[in-house]
């Protein structure tokens, strides 16, 4: 054989996971970012007292599509007084990050997008963070002022509030003892909880640093449209905003996943491990279980059959019996084999259930969650102003940091705790969560207290001589 | 330590000042204003403002028109207050005539003045409230002001630009079910004020970003001439539509809302009072309005006598005044206009001294300023 040929066969025999893995992330998260794009629109419509995108396919359906065409097609703009080279590179940087640390999110038991690796979590933070020097080398290439004042704050925002998340992440990698993803949710399921409950400061800790990584409103302050007309992506245009724009989308579904499997149990469904009362046979507890998506989906098919005869036009209900037709046939492919499974039918069928019922269950409870923590950004971004970049700084250095140093210690004294008490496991547990959960709350309400004090004498002092100033 | 960076000519850093240029074409400075920035970092060591973008020469054209042509043009001054524009100009030119406008020309002047006081303090608060970063209040105030603009429409038949008034008193009677509508917008409008109210004004954020910043107090607002809200909000109890009463003010009961420390957060707290006092002039004003003419004793050609007069009323953004000087001719010898936004804009250097980047746009958007009327 042919030593090239034979080469190529070796490397793509060894490597076909990732390779396969890699073009079904560059092929798929630039959509669904979109999408997330598109739903945002529509709940913030909903939101404001109006409808959203609703020209482009039915309830604007095309939209995100049509966007990215618009987008591709426009004149590629480069300033003349910019670093060329390295505005070409930043947003190309931004995004690479963004999907690369997609690649060692794990949906479900067995449905790891690339690799398990044993620094799972490790690896997605460095390579997310990645992410920030394009938007650094971006605003500084770009020579404008808005573009760098805008790079400058994402500078010390990602700073400030990696540490904060990064310690925040330390308490739920304490309780689990491991960075390998796969390991992180195995520790939920033996310890019979969710890691939210155990350290829920530490989980709050990291949802507030999680907006503040990926430049969210109330934190938005790098591209803050109203003080620095799109910060650091002033200069861009065209496609290659379009790179920033979707990697910054991306980096939320990172951020919520990272979320979702630290503290929210991620593949896992409520309850994962947990033994009944007796009353009712453990089989059908989990049968009852394994029904949930498909009732879940098939609830929405049904709404979606109640709102089709309201809507004004006819196309409008086409589309909504399109949409229920679609909920039902997923619904149904979740409950055939959950209810094969459940009956103990063998056969091929009966083995092929058992074989992609863990992997099925995992990917909706995953994406669910996931879905649950982006709206919870949405739903921040549509209600709060927007913080000033003094007191960002000072919510960061002065409040979130301490309270994670300081709550890292409360978990470790509880883990220690609960190691040595003699006592019931799940008494103890409960016990020395709330005391942890209670030292940590005390320790933010003295920060928060002195932190008041600290800028109220602060603000009085500068004041004074300033409005007179001039 | 800024101070001394202050004295000695340089900033925090040792490094060289920052010239940002803001405007005129930028998100926030709600039109065609351009201030530059001196920064140090991100703290502004000075601004300086420079306008006349939009001037069209109002108070030139005014002498080439007769006193009826030039109502219109007073409209496209604070384009969103139109209707109080106008208010002002024909009772100046009255006063010039030495005419009064009946009762019931006076009473619908006052109730469709007070629905666009309020409207023009919904858009204020949208766009102040996005300024800082609240991007939903912006909807529901347009929801509100849209609801007020459809009353505009239905009296008068435009929505912006209105030309409501006429010299001596009203063109048109008020429309079959007008009192109706106004009273079913002051019946929506007090739950709806709460909404902004629940979005806001508890708000910790928003009470950081607005709290302490941009600070003029009652010596400055006096010394610069700032006036209608702005002066209000740091404790002068000044409203001319107590002081000196003018189209039907003076039957209605109202108070004049003030502040204490003329903050970005009193001046807030001091529009949304006023939104609710508007509405409370409306109800009472549409209890009873006087039956009789709408049309005072005007002729078809308005010639006052040689003279001058000036008469100046509490518009939403401040004391509009309007300066008028007759030769005894068809058109005024001279216009000359003291509009609240451009006056009030002189106070922007003093309140963003020494403030971050953020609060210039915040300190802009409080002022309340509209372009058309800052040059004319």
Known sequence: MNPTLHGILVFLETWWVELTSGIVIVAVVPLVAGYVVLVERKLMADMQARLG????????????????????????????????????????????????????????????????????????????SLGFLGIILGGWASNSHYSIIGALRSTAQLVSYETAGGLAIISALLLSGTLKISGIVQAQYEQHVWFVFLAPVAAFIYLVASIAETNRAPFDLPEAESELVAGYMTEYSGFRWALYFLGEYANMIVVGSIATTLFLGGWL?????????????????????????????????????????KQPAKAQTWFMWAVALACFVVAALYAIPALLFAMGIGGVAGSLSVAVLPGLNGAFWFLLKVSGYIYVFMWLRFTLPRYRFDQLMHLGWYILIPLAIVNIFAVGVAMLVVANANWNH?????????????????????????????????????MAPDSYAG | MQDDALQNNGTLLGADELVLNMGPQHPSTHGVLRVKLKLDGERVRGTECVIGYLHRGVEKIAENRTYQQFAPYVDRMDYVAAVSNGLGYCEAVEKLLNVEAPPRARVIRTILTELQRIA??????????????????????????????????????????????????????????????????????????????????????????????????????????????????????????????????????????????????????????????????????????????????????????????????EAPKGILGYYIVSDGGTQPYRVRIRPPSFINLQALDRMVRGHLVADVVAIIGTLDIVLGEVDR
């Not at chain 2, 002068?236 to 002081?243: I, S």
């Open chain 2, 120 to 313: 023009s303090h919904l858009l204020w608060l949208g766009t102040h409230a996005l300024d800082i970063g609240a991007l939903t209040p912006l909807f529901y105030c347009m929801r509100e002001r849209e609801e007020i603009l459809k009353i505009f429409e239905k009296y008068c038949g435009a929505r912006l630009t209105t030309h409501a008034f006429r010299i001596g008193g009203l063109q048109y009677e008020s429309y079959d079910g007008f009192e109706k509508d106004v009273e079913r917008f002051c019946n929506d409008f007090e739950r709806r004020i709460q909404e902004y109210v629940d979005l806001l004004t508890g708000n910790s954020i928003w009470i950081s970003r607005t709290r302490n910043v941009g600070i003029l107090n009652a010596a400055d607002c006096i010394a610069m001439g700032a006036s209608g809200p702005i002066l209000r909000a740091a404790g002068v109890k000044w409203d001319l539509r107590k002081a000196q009463p003018y189209a039907a003010y003076d039957q209605y009961q109202f108070e004049i809302p003030t502040g204490t420390s003329g903050d970005t957060y009193d001046r807030y707290m001091v529009r949304i009072e006023e939104m609710r006092q508007s509405r409370l002039i409306c109800l009472q004003a549409i209890e009873k309005i006087p039956e009789g003419a709408i049309m005072g004793k005007v002729g078809k050609v308005i010639k006052p006598p040689a003279g001058e007069i000036y008469h100046s009323i």
């Open chain 1, 53 to 128: 995108p609703m020209r482009v396919g039915p309830h604007g359906l095309l939209q995100p599509i049509a966007d990215a065409v618009k987008l591709l097609i426009k004149e590629d703009i480069i300033p003349a007084e910019s670093d060329k080279l390295i505005f070409w590179l930043a947003p190309v940087i931004s995004m690479v990050a963004a999907l690369t640390s997609m690649g060692a999110i794990a949906f479900g038991p067995a449905f790891q997008v690339a690799r398990d690796i044993n620094i799972g979590i490790l690896f997605v933070l460095g390579v997310s």
């Open chain 1, 426 to 462: 799940g008494l103890a547990l409960t016990l020395a969560t709330i005391l942890g959960t209670v030292v940590t709350l005390l320790f933010a309400a003295l920060l928060v207290r002195w932190h008041d004090r600290r800028t109220e004498s602060a603000s009085a002092a500068s």
């Open chain 1, 269 to 309: 469904r409520p309850f994962p491990n947990w033994k009944g009362s007796g009353l009712i046979p453990e089989g059908i507890v989990d049968a009852g279980w394994d029904l949930v998506p498909a009732a879940f989906l098939g609830l929405i098919g049904v709404y979606c059959l109640y709102r089709a005869g």
